[in-house]
């Protein structure tokens, strides 16, 4: 017998969130609930970040009921400080959101990042962009691997629920194991942590999912994977600037952002929409990069800006953001993307890897003021 959301409702009026025996569906608190056609259930419970370690056990009574459930085939339920607007004002202080600095001045060094980080995972850090088609995905499957390249500990979380790139991109199948109760292994590809929803579904599944849905898959790919001791957890960003990058804000506190966009005007209009978000949710920019920046013909040798050239240097100095470098636009990333073989691992020493490994260098310098820790090895595949 399926389940329905009147079903989880009733559940879910056993769990109360207060002394006085306020049950969880009447508290104000409950995000609209979501029951997808394989009988997932969704939602979140609206909470003031400082309620954070009070709720939590009252999160995992919930889940678990809901678990319990006949017909449940499995639970995404998450804590969220965004306000809803059945939500008391009382229950959730708002603190306004930080501006961007006027033109001219340098933007004033962000507030400290508050909330529960990662246990071992010293910093995480956002691969963004203001709209698709850019090449995010490559950008930052290849960062991930250059960083590694320099000797660091790092994992990477495909956040893009809607349409998960980075199993293909590492020639990843399989889902992945269950070390324990509500705890996953992450895959690993050429020495990566790695965990997409695309581990968890069928390829040609659409991902037909609301806000709340999309918020608790990313919490519970953060929260409950086994990432271990990592130095850098690169996540994979959706395009835009809307739940899933509100998400990531709120619920793990981001070292910093990069912003992946092509020299031309319409990508550089939402590269500087996905600046402005990140600064107004007190994440620091890391760099912009220039994605397929100039292509070499290969037969005769000529140069040609397809997309144009230099575009988001200038926006970046425009921003007063770091710039980290700009990517070509060449077959050989192309096509090693496409076979499950990124250049930076298949050709550690050519060109394009060098030219990713350029990138990460000045990004971990932007992120702790300093090298990486240890000499970098030589990535070698058979």
Same mark, same amino acid.
């Not at 319990?68 to 939500?87: D, I, K, M």
């Not at 240097?313 to 636009?329: N, T």
């Not at 096509?335 to 971990?364: C, M």
């Given at each position: +017998?399926?389940?329905?959301?009147?079903?989880? $409702? /009733?559940?879910?009026?056993?769990?109360?969130?207060?002394?006085?025996?306020?049950?969880?569906?009447?508290?104000?608190?409950?995000?609209?609930?979501?029951?997808?056609?394989?009988?997932?259930?969704?939602?979140?419970?609206?909470i003031?970040?400082?309620?954070? !370690?009070?709720?939590?056990?009252?999160? &995992?009574?919930?889940?678990?009921?809901?678990?319990?459930?006949?017909?449940?085939?499995?639970?995404?339920?998450?804590?969220?400080?965004?306000?809803?607007?059945?939500?008391?004002?009382? #229950?959730?202080?708002?603190?306004?959101?930080?501006?961007?600095p006027?033109?001219?001045?340098?933007?004033?060094?962000?507030p400290?990042?508050?909330?529960?980080?990662?246990?071992?995972? &010293?910093?995480?850090?956002?691969?963004?962009?203001?709209?698709?088609?850019?090449? /995010?995905?490559?950008?930052?499957?290849?960062?991930?691997?250059?960083?590694?390249?320099?000797? $660091?500990?790092?994992?990477?979380?495909?956040?893009?629920?809607?349409?998960?790139?980075v199993?293909? $991109? @590492?020639?990843?199948?399989? /889902?992945?194991?269950?070390? !324990?109760?509500?705890?996953?292994?992450?895959?690993?590809?050429?020495?990566? /942590?790695?965990?997409?929803?695309?581990?968890?579904?069928?390829? !040609?599944?659409? +991902?037909?999912?609301?806000?709340?849905?999309?918020?608790?898959?990313?919490?519970? +790919?953060?929260?409950?994977?086994?990432?271990?001791?990592?130095?850098?957890?690169?996540?994979? +960003?959706?395009?835009? =600037?809307?739940?899933?990058?509100?998400?990531?804000?709120?619920?793990?506190?981001?070292?910093?952002?990069v912003?992946?966009?092509?020299?031309q005007?319409?990508?550089?209009?939402?590269?500087?929409?996905?600046?402005?978000?990140?600064r107004?949710?007190?994440?620091?920019?890391?760099?912009?990069?220039?994605n397929?920046?100039t @292509?070499?013909?290969?037969?005769?040798?000529?140069?040609s #800006?397809?997309?144009?050239?230099?575009?988001?240097?200038?926006?970046?100095?425009?921003? !007063?953001?770091?710039?980290?470098?700009e990517?070509?636009?060449?077959?050989?990333?192309?096509? =090693?993307?496409?076979?499950?073989?990124?250049?930076?691992?298949?050709?550690?020493?050519?060109p394009?890897?060098?030219?990713?490994?350029?990138?990460a260098?000045?990004?971990?310098?932007?992120?702790?003021?300093?090298?990486?820790p240890?000499?970098?090895?030589?990535?070698?595949?058979?």
């Amino acid at each position: +017998m399926a389940i329905t959301r009147d079903d989880v $409702l /009733k559940v879910l009026s056993s769990v109360t969130v207060d002394a006085a025996g306020t049950t969880l569906p009447a508290s104000g608190r409950l995000s609209q609930v979501v029951v997808d056609p394989t009988s997932r259930v969704m939602f979140s419970i609206l909470i003031d970040p400082s309620e954070a !370690e009070r709720f939590e056990p009252i999160r &995992r009574q919930a889940e678990g009921a809901i678990l319990a459930t006949p017909g449940v085939s499995g639970v995404f339920a998450s804590l969220t400080s965004e306000r809803g607007p059945n939500q008391p004002a009382q #229950h959730a202080p708002q603190a306004a959101a930080p501006q961007p600095p006027a033109p001219g001045r340098l933007a004033a060094p962000p507030p400290p990042r508050t909330g529960p980080a990662l246990p071992g995972v &010293r910093h995480i850090v956002a691969v963004a962009s203001g709209k698709g088609g850019v090449g /995010k995905s490559t950008t930052a499957c290849n960062l991930a691997l250059a960083l590694s390249a320099q000797g $660091l500990k790092v994992g990477l979380l495909d956040a893009d629920i809607y349409g998960p790139s980075v199993p293909k $991109l @590492f020639g990843l199948s399989g /889902k992945p194991r269950v070390i !324990e109760e509500r705890l996953l292994a992450p895959m690993e590809g050429f020495g990566i /942590k790695v965990m997409s929803i695309g581990f968890l579904i069928e390829p !040609e599944t659409a +991902m037909i999912w609301r806000g709340p849905m999309v918020q608790s898959a990313i919490t519970q +790919m953060l929260r409950e994977v086994a990432w271990g001791e990592l130095d850098v957890l690169v996540v994979d +960003m959706p395009p835009g =600037t809307g739940d899933a990058q509100l998400t990531m804000a709120q619920a793990t506190p981001l070292s910093g952002a990069v912003i992946v966009s092509t020299p031309q005007d319409l990508a550089l209009i939402d590269a500087r929409r996905g600046v402005t978000m990140f600064r107004k949710v007190a994440v620091p920019i890391l760099g912009v990069i220039e994605n397929m920046a100039t @292509f070499i013909c290969p037969h005769c040798g000529t140069a040609s #800006h397809i997309f144009g050239h230099g575009g988001a240097r200038a926006e970046a100095e425009r921003l !007063e953001v770091p710039f980290l470098g700009e990517v070509p636009l060449n077959m050989t990333i192309r096509e =090693t993307s496409d076979a499950g073989r990124p250049v930076v691992a298949v050709d550690p020493d050519g060109p394009h890897a060098q030219v990713y490994r350029g990138i990460a260098a000045k990004l971990w310098g932007n992120l702790t003021g300093g090298p990486a820790p240890r000499a970098a090895p030589r990535i070698v595949i058979e």
